[in-house]
């Protein structure tokens, strides 16, 4: 039987990339939204939601 190598598994990131990933999509959309605003939301929600 063959053992496992001691510290043979894979070591953790030191960067946690979820937070990471989630901080990098709100700046994409808040500058996307700024530089290209969607008015649906004006017109077919804003009744109901303002």
Known sequence: MIEPK???EPKPGL???PP???VAAIAVSIILG???PLPWIGDLLGDILF
Do not use: D, S, T
Request: no cysteine.
């Open 6 to 8: 001691p510290g043979g």
């Open 15 to 17: 960067i946690p990339w």
């Open 20 to 22: 990471v990933i989630y």
């Open 34 to 36: 700024l530089l290209y």
